[in-house]
């Protein structure tokens, strides 16, 4: 059996409408690469017709591996454990609401073999609400100014990472999803960006909101107080 080559780490909650067509981008993607691929959906406790329509891709995708939590455990769990059975050598994040867009992966993976541990997405022409826009910007000003890092998108979930950068990554605290490449830039690891697209979110509701904004707010300030970055 080929080693796997790249895998693709999508959670997911309460997309029913989203999967389907993502699940086929990503799939014709990868297939365009000639490399072994899996993609991987982490199902996160979804109450509604997201794990049904999953299933059903089963007999077309051999490559499809489905993971359910039994409760809605946010973003980080479901990417820690999509990090922790992803076999590939590269391994690829997105989010499940279409708003990414999975023929940006080739991009990515091109920084990648250009010898880079991680490689980030930058939703430079953001389809977003304008507080949504505004809020992210001041995060990414400030957070950049503390890191000393000219990233221009820490929220963008759309990244590349080799395999060995993720060993280390501590995904054990809540809220660690947010600030991931601040993680990995305390672990030296060589990361970039690339442009990539965004859309504007075609099906069901945004789980975001100003509380989410202002609990990410309250956590950078408190992981910088408990050096945890």
Not at 161 to 173: A, G, K
């Amino acid at each position: 059996m080929n080693k796997t080559k790249y895998s693709i780490v999508i959670p997911v909650y309460n997309e029913e409408e989203s999967v389907l067509p993502l699940e086929k981008s990503a799939r014709e993607t990868m297939e365009s690469l000639g490399k072994p691929y899996e993609i991987i959906f982490i199902n996160d406790g979804s109450t509604d017709g997201t794990l049904a329509n999953l299933k059903s891709l089963r007999s077309d995708n051999p490559n499809l591996n489905i993971v359910t939590l039994e409760k809605n455990s946010g973003q980080t769990a479901s990417l820690r454990v999509g990090f922790q059975i992803a076999k590939g050598d590269v391994v690829v994040s997105m989010d499940g609401d279409l708003q990414n867009d999975a023929k940006d992966i080739p991009h990515l993976l091109k920084k990648i073999d250009e010898g880079y541990d991680v490689v980030c997405g930058w939703r430079k022409d953001r389809h977003d609400s304008l507080w949504k826009k505004a809020a992210s910007k001041i995060a990414n000003l400030v957070q950049g100014t503390v890191f000393k890092s000219n990233l221009h998108d820490i929220s963008c979930t759309l990244r590349a990472y080799r395999r060995e950068s993720l060993r280390d990554l501590d995904l054990s605290w809540s809220g660690a999803h947010r600030f991931i490449p601040y993680l990995l830039i305390r672990q030296n690891r060589k990361i970039s960006e690339v442009v990539v697209t965004h859309h504007a979110r075609k099906y069901g509701k945004s789980k975001y909101s100003p509380t989410k904004i202002f609990r990410t707010s309250r956590d950078f300030v408190k992981l910088l107080i408990e050096r945890k970055i």
